[in-house]
């Protein structure tokens, strides 16, 4: 299987932990974005990667947000201090390099928190 | 601010055509995509269009007005499994960069 991936699949937590998500892009694809949706929205962008560079961030993550891709090769989301709040469905997408630069989206990991 | 309205809900019966339609008006524009989701599953890219008209892959067809800040997708010959969700995004900036979703759609396909 040559598409993003995404684990854990599904995550349960209880407020105040730490979770943290992987995505492994796509080979030849150097941008990586990262989104949350919750029911009945769409996506929403949280940010972006270019390589190992971090180029964009929304609003949206706070400081209790981090991701990291250090080498340019898969990426990881770290939610500390989880809150009722982030329980959403956290998408992972990659795009080519050239094209329309359409993003290609990873089956997502559900959070939890109870 | 940003902003992307698509009608929340559609039906349509197997073998009918139906036209979702989507504005935006946002700061900046650098293409529209159409993505298809089912319940449970990530999207999946269906259309892009970055200059106006139609864009035309098999069943699909997208439609696209700068001026207006309009597209439509238009699905022909329905089938049950096209039953899901039909989300409007923009990128703003250059190519590469964020996408900004609508709330999606969700299109019943009744035999």
């Known amino acids: 299987d040559t598409g993003v991936s995404q684990n854990p699949r599904h995550k349960i937590t209880k407020r105040g932990q730490n979770v943290t998500f992987r995505c492994d892009p796509i080979?030849?694809?150097?941008?990586l974005y990262w989104y949350r949706q919750t029911l009945g929205q769409g996506p929403e962008f949280l940010t972006y990667?270019?390589?190992?560079?971090?180029?964009?961030k929304s609003r949206l993550l706070s400081d209790r947000f981090s991701a990291e891709r250090p080498k340019g090769s898969f990426s990881t989301l770290e939610i500390q201090r989880t809150e009722q709040g982030d329980s959403a469905m956290y998408l992972c997408?990659?795009?080519?390099?050239?094209?329309?630069?359409?993003?290609?989206f990873g089956p997502g990991t559900r959070l939890t928190v109870t | 601010g940003q902003n992307i309205d698509q009608p929340t809900e559609m039906t349509a019966t197997e073998g009918a055509i139906v036209q979702i339609n989507c504005t935006y008006q946002?700061?900046?524009?650098?293409?529209l995509f159409w993505y298809q989701q089912h319940a449970g599953e990530a999207p999946t890219f269906l259309s892009y269009?970055?200059?106006?008209g139609l864009e035309e892959k098999g069943r699909f067809s997208s439609f696209l007005s700068r001026s207006k800040g309009y597209s439509y997708l238009l699905l022909k010959e329905l089938q049950m499994k096209d039953s899901a969700s039909y989300l409007c995004?923009?990128?703003?900036?250059?190519?590469?960069?964020?996408?900004?979703f609508g709330k999606g759609t969700t299109l019943s396909v009744s035999s």
């Open positions: 997408a990659s795009s080519p390099t050239q094209g329309a630069f359409e993003q290609y």
């Open positions: 080979s030849e694809h150097n941008r």
């Open positions: 990667f270019q390589n190992e560079a971090q180029l964009e």
């Open positions: 946002t700061s900046g524009f650098n293409g």
């Open positions: 269009n970055v200059l106006d």
């Open positions: 995004a923009v990128r703003r900036t250059q190519a590469g960069t964020a996408l900004i």
